[in-house]
């Protein structure tokens, strides 16, 4: 089956702008949580949608923002951006056991360059 | 709080040699414990993970783990490495408090290297 779909691959944005990040999901996985990855500050959690509802969420402001559909696609979004924000943005989707003993497959990755 | 420690942040073997890929994590009760590996330009592929059971656990592409509760420690192994091999490897853990399956913590990762 198709594995965990994200677009767009890479893209280059400007400071203050914003961006929009896809991801569509293992078929009949319910669970997509979205990861930030940089060199200085590795793989931090960002936030988890399950059933169209933030499920938890990472460390990071306001100017970070998800939302889920109800085929279980989501996207996550940033405001504003920052030459930090600069980072691959990693999916993953999950069958959403709530506990930690769920597995997540990851999708390739969106890679953001802010200038 | 949750945390991985993964000690060596650069590893290089010659192949054919075995590997161990260390890994620490500090949780409060029985952890769920994942290797992944990451190819340059490349999402996260889960390698193996242990949740209860036998404390060895075979994975993928020949790698193995081994889960010692007295040490904090989920240290990763191959027997014999091939070229292929070469990428970056993350220790994760699952969240502990309930409802948060979405969720890991990883550690820095370590990134191996292949000398032919």
């Known amino acids: 089956k198709a594995g965990v779909t994200q677009t767009p691959r890479y893209l280059i944005k400007t400071r203050g702008q914003q961006v929009t990040l896809s991801c569509s999901p293992i078929s009949g996985h319910r669970s997509v949580s979205w990861y930030q990855q940089t060199p200085g500050q590795g793989l931090q959690f960002l936030f988890e949608y399950f059933s169209e509802t933030q499920r938890n969420k990472g460390n990071f402001p306001g100017r970070f923002s998800g939302r889920q559909f109800s085929n279980s696609r989501s996207e996550m979004n940033v405001s504003t951006l920052e030459l930090g924000d600069s980072a691959l943005y990693l999916c993953?989707?999950?069958?959403?056991?709530?506990?930690?003993?769920?597995?997540?497959?990851f999708g390739a990755g969106s890679r953001l360059t802010v200038l | 709080a949750q945390s991985v420690t993964q000690p060596d942040i650069h590893i290089t073997v010659s192949e054919g040699a075995s590997l161990e890929l260390r890994c620490n994590y500090s949780y409060g009760a029985t952890p769920y414990l994942f290797w992944y590996v990451q190819s340059p330009g490349q999402g996260l592929q889960l390698l193996l993970k242990?949740?209860?059971?036998?404390?060895l656990v075979q994975g993928i592409k020949g790698f193995e783990a081994e889960f010692k509760r007295s040490q904090s420690s989920f240290n990763l192994r191959k027997p014999s490495v091939h070229w292929s091999d070469a990428a970056e490897y993350f220790c994760a853990v699952g969240a502990e408090s309930y409802n948060q399956g979405g969720k890991l913590i990883f550690g820095q990762g370590t990134e191996l290297s292949v000398k032919p």
């Open positions: 242990y949740f209860s059971g036998d404390t």
């Open positions: 993953a989707s999950s069958l959403a056991r709530a506990s930690g003993a769920n597995v997540l497959t």
